[in-house]
């Protein structure tokens, strides 16, 4: 039974997934926006509102987590000082995703999920 269990699994080990949506976040973060699968998109996009959120909150406890998850250091200066003040005033809805229709392979959903 999966009483009150969150999250897709994708059909992925556990380490796989993590890595998996620590390097789609941490290139959503780097450059903007990325095309990838739908039910990928719709996973990873609160783990980046939780990154952004981190960014605003601009403790070193903050900046600490978000080095945690996030792969590359440049990327974690870009969101404490520039997202950080890009999204100042906004209290949350920092992504948006757009449905592409299916991929040409195999027809899976794909998405471009970007920042606001």
Known sequence: MRHRVSGRKLDRSVGH???MFRTLV???LKHGHVKT???KARSARP???K???LG???TLHARRQAAAYITEDAVVRDVFDELADRYRDR????TRMTKLGPRKG???EMALIELV
Not at 91 to 94: A, E
């Open 47 to 49: 783990i980046a509102e």
């Open 106 to 108: 195999d027809a899976s």
């Open 37 to 39: 699968t739908a039910a």
């Open 51 to 53: 990154m952004i959120t």
């Open 26 to 28: 941490t290139d959503l």
């Open 17 to 19: 997934r993590k890595m």
């Open 91 to 94: 209290p949350g809805g920092y």
């Open 56 to 58: 605003k909150n601009g």
